[in-house]
């Protein structure tokens, strides 16, 4: 497809950080999708290992992937880049260390097109690191739904998750709402999709897992950390702004509850496994009764639609925070 005269109908952004185990894989089952009006917009966010050689190597002999190189910014800042740079009519998003079946972009567009939704979405295999075990999850959803009950779902978070990579976007619900990605450690994608959902007509699911996300084992207690436990209360307080704003808390009241319920649920979970890993039990009683204070003024009637996020969300500590690298692989 001659890209300057006939622009791609899809973009599809991977954020790539020193992923060279698994990104030759990754783009291979990009490059061998059975729809062809697309590009891959593939963004080197300072990666340290031999990403971006294998990057330019595919980009000799394909064309449609355009590379940009830019210094480590994190995922969200990533993505941003990618999507500035895009020129298709619809938008995808894809983990560098994940893999797409052959007909993920072709399933995903046209039931977009035959049903007039603005997001179609697939299932997904978890694909266990160094493993040959797939489990299928079990979204035990499927067809069209207006925005009410997309946004039910999406807020109960098991029907529906606020995830980007398996899913169809026209570019418009960014681009004319002013959609970017936050900067946060985690569930940037939740509150971005909680913003999309507020501007669609239809949502379609279809019944088929056509997404592999590669499940990193013996990675989550290192990856516990104060900083990634209060984005995820950061994310609850953005979802209730945002609700807010649209005028339809009451509305959704009921459902932001299980959201909360769920999110709070991990927190607690993190909050313990983090003090364990650690070897520090001194400040965890005072941080799971900071998590449930918070949880129930998130729900509360005196929640201020003019709250600072950052201001509600710093919630847990330790000192001598420990910090890694959780951006990238999972």
Request: net charge neutral; with cysteine; proline share 4%.
């Amino acid at each position: 497809m001659d890209m300057e005269q006939n622009p791609p109908v899809i973009s599809v952004i991977i954020p790539v950080y020193n992923a060279e185990r698994y990104l030759r894989e990754c783009l291979t089952s990009l490059v061998n999708q059975t729809f062809r009006a697309y590009e891959i917009i593939a963004v080197n966010d300072g990666s340290t290992d031999g990403s971006l050689a294998i990057l330019r190597h595919f980009q000799k002999d394909w064309p449609q992937l355009r590379v940009i190189d830019q210094e480590n910014g994190g995922v969200s800042a990533a993505r941003n880049v990618g999507m500035a740079a895009a020129r298709g009519e619809y938008l995808g998003f894809m983990d560098a260390d994940d893999t797409v079946a052959p007909n993920y972009l072709e399933r995903l567009y046209r039931t977009c097109v035959d049903t007039g939704a603005e997001i179609s979405c697939c299932y997904y295999y978890y694909r266990m690191d160094n493993s040959d075990f797939l489990w299928k999850y079990p979204f035990r959803c499927h067809g069209v739904f207006n925005r009410s009950e997309a946004m039910t779902k999406l807020l109960h978070d098991t029907q529906m998750q606020g995830l980007m990579w398996n899913k169809l976007f026209q570019r418009r619900l960014f681009t004319e709402n002013n959609i970017t990605f936050p900067a946060m450690k985690c569930l940037e994608d939740m509150v971005v999709m909680h913003q999309l959902f507020a501007h669609i007509t239809k949502l379609a699911v279809i019944d088929e897992a056509l997404y592999y996300y590669r499940k990193h084992g013996g990675s989550a207690l290192s990856a516990i950390t104060p900083a990634k436990i209060n984005d995820f209360m950061k994310a609850m307080v953005m979802v209730r702004l945002l609700l807010e704003q649209a005028g339809r808390f009451e509305q959704y009241r009921q459902s932001y509850r299980a959201l909360l319920r769920k999110t709070g649920t991990c927190c607690y979970l993190y909050t313990i496994k983090m003090h364990l890993f650690s070897r520090r039990p001194q400040g965890c009683v005072r941080n799971l009764k900071n998590l449930h204070r918070s949880l129930r003024f998130y729900l509360s009637d005196g929640f201020s639609p003019r709250a600072n996020p950052d201001d509600l969300a710093e919630v847990v500590e330790m000192p001598g925070e420990l910090e890694k690298d959780y951006d990238y692989i999972r």
